[in-house]
């Protein structure tokens, strides 16, 4: 997983990629690198950081050159070195690539290359494109068989961009994503829209097993047999690229803060696409929902909440784990997806194998150009603008709100007309307590271990809490369903244990509270996320009483979020590039 970006046009190549990578920088960011060619002549700058730093050592920006590609890497196959970052040289120097995904064949294709007189110079799977297409190139004098005949030896899940000593900018994908841009004085291949928005709204989805050559003059499509194809030029949101931290300090802040406005535009549905979406859930033999990480969280709450309001029997499953469960699926099964970005790898194999079947796929997606979006039946947008921190916040809730909009039609209207307003009026008070928050967070600093309990549909907020302390604080957090606490947990509890107790006045009140005292008894410090001040917390946060018990888990994760982001900067961690995550996961 990592971006990859090639330009070739009138412009100065070099300060357009390294703009491009900044913007995609959600996908990987553990090195960087850039490419250019100028006279015949192929200059590479890489080296180990984010695109600000390794710009600012290496002063990629000022590289000569019309025609480029660029890289940011989230390490796979080889450390994090200067010598494993993008781009990859092949040995005449004449031919670099930029790639991500997986060569899974890489190792006996390396040793092939190497026993005939090839050198590497990484531990990368993906040197060996360079190599092979050096190896074709050489043969046939011809970038267009260079190309087909190495994807044709390629096993695995590929996006890459080669640059050719000769002016050409070559692409190929399977598996995963790339997109033309088709700007007035050039083209761009890129791994997300983000990289070109800023220049064109004109863009080109390139299908698996598509190549794109561009000379100085035009673009020309192949698949990997070496036929034309033709491919539409599409016509992209602008929204897409308005993605700026404004007034806050981090992207994840600024996002968190949008949940006020970001609900709402959730719900706000296509009332047709709805109605077909809950059509295709009605007509499901079996009904499946599945997703990674927070998507797989909100999978977990509809479960609950499709069985309890529309009396929908669905089995949530974690993507990475889907392929195990096919045996219980057929035809006449339905696939509900759940991805922020639609590009997640886990979620997509789940997709392709589902729609192998003959099922169907319903998702709820961010980005309606993704390749989840793009193959599924149906689909619902949730609508919260670019989301660039890596820990899903606004998208986690939207999610949310999409999947209380559907259930609300499955059951006639039963959670009430105006819970997009409800909800939103909830987010404002939560957010205007954010200060409060914030000093829970700086008492909590040096806290090793958190434990967040939940019973029913506070479990899955549970999880979801933990893994965001997990991912932006680095602190040990576990998500436990409050009932399991005398099943092992409580051996745990004593003077230095945190545990957040999801805790509003509904039907898991009263369970929830005497687990506080058992927990108490043992010296922890209990937080207490909820509508009513408890003698029992050593510290309350407030969220407020909303009338719909169901509709609480958006409201109380935004505590949980807040959170965590403050103890990130409390333990000095960057919130919006945890280390070793990436936004977008697209390798499985
Ligand atoms: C990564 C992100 C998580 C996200 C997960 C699923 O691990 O860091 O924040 O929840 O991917 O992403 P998706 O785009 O499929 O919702």
Redesign the pocket.
């Known amino acids: 997983m990592c971006s990859i970006i090639g330009y070739k046009g009138k412009s100065p190549a070099a300060p357009i990629l390294v703009n491009s990578l900044k913007r995609m920088e959600y996908r990987g960011y553990d090195s960087v690198g850039v490419a250019t060619l100028e006279g015949g002549k192929i200059l590479v700058k890489k080296g180990v950081g984010n695109v600000e730093k390794v710009n600012s050592n290496l002063a990629m920006e000022s590289m000569a050159g019309h025609a480029g590609v660029g890289h940011t890497r989230w390490a796979t196959h080889g450390a994090v070195t200067d010598s494993n970052a993008h781009p990859h040289s092949a040995c005449n120097n004449n031919i670099v690539v930029v790639h991500n995904g997986i060569i899974e064949n890489y190792k006996e294709l390396k040793e092939g290359l190497i026993s005939s007189g090839h050198v590497f110079t990484s531990q990368t799977d993906s040197e060996v494109i360079a190599h092979l297409l050096e190896v074709y190139y050489a043969q046939f004098s011809s970038v267009k068989k260079a190309m087909t005949e190495t994807c044709k030896k390629l096993r695995g899940a590929f996006a890459f961009v080669a640059v050719f000593n000769d002016g050409t900018i070559a692409g190929a994908r399977y598996e995963e994503p790339l997109i033309i841009g088709v700007a007035n004085g050039g083209y761009f291949l890129s791994s997300d829209v983000l990289g070109f928005i800023e220049f064109t709204d004109r863009a080109i989805f390139l299908d698996n097993r598509d190549i794109a050559i561009m000379d100085s003059t035009k673009l020309e499509l192949f698949n990997f047999e070496g036929e034309a194809v033709a491919r539409p030029i599409a016509q992209v949101a602008w929204e897409l690229g308005a993605a700026d931290k404004g007034k806050y300090a981090h992207y994840t802040l600024k996002e968190i803060n949008e949940q006020k406005s970001t609900l709402a535009d959730a719900m706000s549905q296509n009332v047709d696409t709805v109605e077909k979406f809950c059509d295709a859930i009605k007509s499901a033999a079996s009904l499946y929902i599945t997703?990674?990480?927070?998507?797989?969280h909100a999978a977990l709450v509809a479960k609950q909440v499709l069985a309890k309001f529309a009396k929908i029997r669905v089995e949530a499953v974690i993507?990475s784990e889907f392929q195990y469960v096919l045996e219980s699926m057929d035809s006449k099964s339905v696939l509900i997806a759940?991805?922020?970005?639609?590009?997640?790898a886990d979620?997509l194999n789940s997709a392709k194998l589902v729609k192998r079947m003959g099922a169907k796929i319903l998702s709820i997606v961010?980005v309606p150009t993704s390749s989840?979006a793009l193959q599924s039946d149906h689909f619902l947008l949730i609508n919260c603008g670019p989301e660039i921190g890596?820990?899903?916040t606004k998208?986690?809730t939207g999610?949310l709100a999409v999947i209380y909009n559907i259930i609300n039609r499955l059951c006639g209207g039963c959670l009430g007309a105006d819970i997009a307003s409800q909800l939103a009026a909830a987010a404002e008070k939560i957010l205007a307590g954010q200060e409060n928050i914030a000093k829970i967070a700086a008492q909590l600093k040096d806290a090793t271990d958190v434990y967040i309990l939940g019973r029913s549909i506070h479990y899955p907020i549970a999880l979801e809490g933990a893994?965001k302390l997990k991912?932006l604080a680095y602190v040990h957090a576990e998500g436990i369903a409050a009932g399991e606490l005398k099943h092992g947990p409580l051996a745990l509890m004593e003077k230095n244990t945190v545990v957040i107790l999801i805790n509003p006045h509904d039907s898991t009140f009263g369970d929830t509270i005497s687990n506080a005292h058992e927990i108490k008894a043992r010296g922890a410090t209990v937080i207490g996320i909820s509508d009513s001040k408890e003698e029992i917390y050593d510290y309350w946060i407030e969220i407020p009483r909303l009338e719909q018990e169901m509709l609480y888990p958006i409201e109380s994760v935004m505590p949980l979020q807040i959170l965590a982001y403050y103890m990130a900067l409390e333990r000095n961690a960057n919130p919006d590039y945890?280390r070793n995550?990436?936004?977008?996961?697209t390798v499985r």
């Open positions: 997703g990674s990480g927070s998507s797989y993507s759940i991805s922020q970005s639609g590009e997640t979620v961010n989840l890596v820990a899903a998208s986690f999610q893994l991912e945890p995550l990436a936004k977008s996961v």
